[in-house]
């Protein structure tokens, strides 16, 4: 049996956020144009935006992010941010990426909500020009903050009409604010009637979960629960869910305390949309690559696993119909 070249083989990422998701060398470049000083060693500067590879909890993997936030608040500095994680991608073979981010992290400094999208959605285009991925944004609402702040934001997000802005979510604090705590702007984003996916199942609340699927939302940022909770299971499969799983994201939060909480096996075995993601980047240091190769190592996922979860994430991705069906011919190519 030959070994397989996870770098090349083709791959689709649904769930990826931008801040972070930065390379050292962008982080470097951002801080110069905001003029903000960082450490000069790398490694130094990488503790500073990378998690433990063990948290106590979400919220302190949540911390690393309050590093980047000062270095995204211009539109120059978010194109670039954009370029760079979609270039990232483009470089391991990531044909297709929706990145997602929140405006309201990038208004300190004046930013309208629809001149974050403009700026993020350029970036992804130079990335798209130039390597050939397609590279899409998302919008989060952050559910910690004031409802009707985000209430606001995500109705300016309504109003712009860009190919390349597709969808919604929320992220942030799940423990505290989930789905029922957040319902009426939940209900909002879905009078919109355009795509959206949500982070639930992250925090060991099935509930949580449960409450998504009831309210018909179709794709989701993690299901960790799931791997507990056979009834949830189902309900989910029953559906036609499509799980965004991020597994060493997962291990570093301890929503999987150890690999067998992980509910991929679990998942697979009872026929749920199974995606593979990074989650970050650079808070979780990974890449896709890695995340293969880890699915490889634990659950002896196969070449025809990863090309079917790529399927399943093109089919559940917010890109239009023909670019599906391009994206459907490059992948059989890639596995043929
Ligand atoms: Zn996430």
Do not use: W
Not at 55 to 71: G, T
Not at 205 to 220: D, Q, T, V, Y
Not at 288 to 314: G, M, P, W
């Amino acid at each position: 049996m030959t070994a397989i070249d996870f770098h090349k083989l083709a791959k689709i990422e649904l769930h990826c956020h931008l801040d972070g998701s930065l390379s050292l060398s962008t982080i470097r470049h951002l801080a110069e144009l905001a003029q903000i000083d960082l450490p000069e060693d790398d490694e130094e500067l990488k503790q500073h935006v990378t998690a433990p590879v063990t948290c106590e909890s979400l919220l302190e993997y949540l911390e690393s992010f309050d590093y980047i936030r000062p270095l995204l608040q211009t539109n120059e500095a978010l194109t670039i941010a954009a370029y760079d994680v979609a270039k990232q991608a483009a470089l391991e073979n990531v044909i297709y990426i929706e990145v997602r981010f929140a405006p309201e992290l990038s208004m300190d400094k004046g930013l309208t909500v629809t001149e974050t999208i403009d700026a993020v959605c350029q970036g992804l285009r130079q990335a798209q020009e130039e390597f050939g991925i397609i590279a899409k944004a998302l919008v989060c609402g952050m559910r910690q903050s004031d409802q009707s702040l985000t209430a606001r934001i995500l109705d300016e997000a309504n109003q712009v009409r860009d190919s390349d802005f597709v969808g919604f979510d929320f992220a942030g604090d799940e423990l505290n604010y989930g789905p029922a705590a957040i319902k009426p702007i939940i209900e909002q984003v879905k009078s919109y009637n355009r795509p959206m996916t949500f982070h639930a199942g992250e925090c060991g609340c099935p509930a949580f979960l449960a409450e998504s699927i009831a309210m018909g939302i179709k794709r989701n940022g993690h299901a960790t629960i799931l791997a507990q909770e056979p009834e949830l299971l189902d309900e989910f499969v029953k559906n036609g869910v499509t799980g965004e799983l991020c597994l060493t994201s997962n291990l570093q939060t301890k929503a999987a305390v150890t690999v067998n909480d992980f509910p991929y096996l679990k998942m697979k075995a009872a026929g749920a949309n199974i995606t593979i993601n990074t989650d970050n980047r650079t808070v979780s240091d990974t890449n896709l690559t890695k995340e293969y190769e880890l699915y490889h190592k634990y659950f002896d996922s196969t070449v025809q696993d990863f090309y079917a979860h790529n399927k399943t994430a093109i089919e559940a991705s917010f890109a239009s119909d023909e670019e599906k069906e391009e994206l459907l011919a490059r992948l059989a190519k890639a596995y043929s």
